[in-house]
């Protein structure tokens, strides 16, 4: 019986494994699309009010240790699936009784496969999510997302960026003392 459901079993951990690939990288494309727009809404609300301003954007990588998370969480629901679809009980490696969660996941293997694949990429994906849009105006960081907890509106924007230039402003004409 095990060795007619193996070349499925491969077959579909194949499939599976593209999909995940695939699905990793659309997700993380989802994701930066969402983010690029916000960041493309205020660059060209800004550049419309600030026409010599040069606005960056860049990627913000989350901690190392989420990073190592999310590759592990990868790497084991890959291993967690092929021991699903070959049927290999783990739990009788250490001597254990198989708990009932993985008897079920050995009667639904489709089910079981398929829960612990999105479940496994809804864990990744959020440990390789910062949130983060940190604003900075001459190297001077104006505003953090990390820190505040939201996104400024565009109004807020403009007066923290027209208060930091007024600063820059006011700071460049005070005479400078030289000893």
């Not at 494994?17 to 690029?36: E, P, T, V, W």
């Not at 916000?38 to 989350?62: H, K, M």
């Not at 592990?72 to 009932?100: E, H, N, R, T, V």
């Amino acid at each position: 019986m095990a060795k007619r459901w193996l070349p499925f079993s491969l077959l579909f951990l194949g499939v599976l494994s593209l999909y995940s690939a695939a699905s990793a990288d659309n997700s993380g494309i989802k994701k930066m699309k969402m983010q690029f727009r916000v960041f493309e809404e205020y660059t060209q609300a800004l550049y419309q009010r600030y026409p010599d301003i040069r606005i960056e954007g860049e990627n913000f990588l989350p901690l190392p240790l989420y990073r190592h998370i999310a590759s592990f969480l990868s790497m084991f629901k890959l291993a967690l699936i092929g021991l699903i679809i070959i049927g290999k009980d783990p739990f009788a490696l250490c001597g254990m009784q198989a708990p009932g969660f993985w008897v079920w996941s050995q009667e639904n293997k489709i089910y079981a496969c398929m829960m612990v694949f999105f479940f496994s990429n809804m864990i990744e994906n959020q440990c390789m999510s910062t949130g983060a849009f940190e604003i900075t105006l001459n190297d001077v960081p104006v505003w953090s997302k990390l820190e505040s907890g939201h996104l400024p509106s565009m109004q807020q924007l403009v007066q923290i960026l027209e208060n930091e230039m007024k600063m820059n402003v006011h700071m460049d004409t005070l005479p400078h003392h030289r000893s």
